[in-house]
């Protein structure tokens, strides 16, 4: 008889439950159900249509896991009832009913502040966290709160899920630590749920920490662009880069003066006052609001973005040559050069090396313009700022006798910012040289592997979530 009448409670699906609620009158749940627990339970005869695409069995150790889940997430003002396992057409799942304890009043989701329980409104269902590759659900009996702050009826608040999620807060700080290791996708198939509910989760999780998050003692920021789409379209990432500590801080649209001057905005007058080290681009606009906003910082053009520069023109070079090889109906040795040119002498293979020198016959002035960068690399080995000066100096004497365009406007571009470039080395060991570039990196990472989402939002709290650095709120527990 037990059995049966066993088999009868578990038999539920979300359905089933509405509909056991809907005969019983939700009001009288709790009451039955506290009842049922005293004594063995008697269910009525309308909820014994057993589905049959449920095949039901008895969680005999429902005792230890309620045992577990009051050790690691204790519910103040509430207890757990029985866990059932219940085999569903998505698999087996636990079923953990959640009670008021017989003293505690309803909490009112408008203010926050107990009051008299007015009526049962009906039962909802908050997914927890997996536990065996099994879903785990609370089941529970939302009350009405009559809130005399309020002076309304209004839901109670419950302390394991917010609002209107159907998710706890638990399960989703657990999907949204995994989506700092795993793409969003992978997380959702991994834990057998929806992409939809793994963003939300870490939108959550970005809100939460933007809150909380500690801005003081910021000495060194870096201020960078990324290219996010399709077609000339770019973010402006702001970075704390002291030597200690290194997280994004800030994102903006596009990177116009008006994008900076909203990061200074938000950042503050004191924490802007606090700055000693901004290290930029030579992007006009970041340069125009640095001067503005921060003139007292010491502004450092940073090495990352130069090699960048270079690096651009160098290609440039390439691919001009190549088109005039082919205007002369010869071959274009370099449409495949690219690496060739960008490799280290001693790891070139003996055919590399015979290539190269075919290179050198008919491309002399890209293999040229590697040369000249190759030069450069001993300005960032100086100690004096002096003597940094002298060479760079003598380097742009030499490019601009070059006659390779391109690589003459960077020239060009580092005499204008002379006095900048040479902030580096009074900035020497003071900011963390690769940090840029290494946030960089990791920036252009989230933004690949969120490419599918094209919305900002999405890529704001991507980029948010895995390089800000942000606090979690305190918990007992960690699942993971
Ligand atoms: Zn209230």
Not at 163 to 188: C, D, I, P
Request: aromatic residues 12%.
């Amino acid at each position: 008889m037990w059995e049966l009448v066993e088999n009868l409670f578990c038999g539920f699906s979300k359905a089933r439950w509405a509909a056991c609620c809907a005969v019983h009158g939700a009001g009288s749940f709790h009451t039955r159900a506290r009842r049922r627990e005293e004594t063995h339970p008697v269910w009525d005869s309308e909820t014994m249509a057993v589905s049959k695409h449920t095949n039901v069995t008895e969680a005999n150790n429902g005792m230890q896991i309620k045992t577990i889940l009051n050790r690691i997430q204790k519910q103040r003002g509430f207890v757990y009832g029985p866990v059932r396992l219940v085999e569903e057409v998505e698999g087996l799942a636990l079923y953990v009913e959640i009670y008021p304890h017989e003293r505690s009043r309803p909490r009112c989701s408008g203010c926050g502040r107990r009051g008299g329980h007015y009526d049962t409104i009906g039962l909802r269902q908050f997914e927890f966290v997996p536990l065996w590759g099994l879903r785990v659900f609370f089941l529970y009996l939302m009350r009405r709160v009559h809130c005399r702050t309020c002076d309304a009826v209004r839901v109670e608040t419950v302390p394991w899920a917010e609002g209107k999620r159907s998710v706890t807060t638990t399960y989703a700080w657990f999907l949204a630590r995994w989506a700092k290791r795993l793409s969003w996708r992978e997380v959702a198939v991994v834990f057998h749920t929806s992409w939809d509910q793994v963003f939300r989760a870490v939108a959550m999780a970005v809100a939460w920490g933007r809150a909380h998050v500690d801005l003081t003692g910021i000495e060194a920021i870096g201020l960078d662009e990324i290219q996010w789409q399709r077609g000339h379209r770019y973010l402006t990432l702001v970075y704390q880069i002291d030597a200690g500590r290194k997280r994004l801080l800030w994102i903006g649209q596009e990177r116009r003066v008006k994008t900076v001057l909203r990061f200074f905005r938000w950042f503050g007058r004191d924490r802007t006052a606090a700055l000693r080290f901004v290290c930029s681009d030579m992007w006009k606009p970041y340069l125009k609001v640095v001067a503005k906003k921060a003139g007292h910082a010491l502004h450092v053009l940073d090495r990352f973005h130069i090699a960048m520069h270079m690096s651009k023109a160098i290609d440039e070079v390439r691919r001009s040559e190549v088109q005039d090889l082919r205007r002369q109906g010869r071959q274009p040795w370099l449409t495949k050069a690219r690496w060739l040119l960008l490799k280290r002498p001693d790891h070139r293979t003996a055919d590399e090396r015979t290539r190269l020198k075919d290179l050198v016959r008919h491309n002399l002035k890209a293999v040229r313009s590697t040369l000249l960068r190759e030069a450069f690399d001993p300005f960032w080995t100086y100690r004096s700022v002096d003597w940094a000066g002298a060479f760079l100096d003598a380097w742009c004497v030499q490019v601009m006798r070059s006659k390779i365009e391109p690589m003459k406007k960077v020239a060009r571009m580092l005499r204008r910012h002379r006095p900048l470039l040479l902030n580096w080395f009074r900035a020497r060991g003071q900011i963390s040289a690769a940090s840029v570039e290494g946030l960089n990196n990791k920036a252009k990472l989230t933004t690949r592997k969120a490419y599918g989402f094209r919305s900002y939002r999405c890529i704001e709290i991507a980029l948010y979530h895995t390089l800000g650095q942000l606090p979690e709120p305190e918990v007992t527990h960690r699942f993971c």
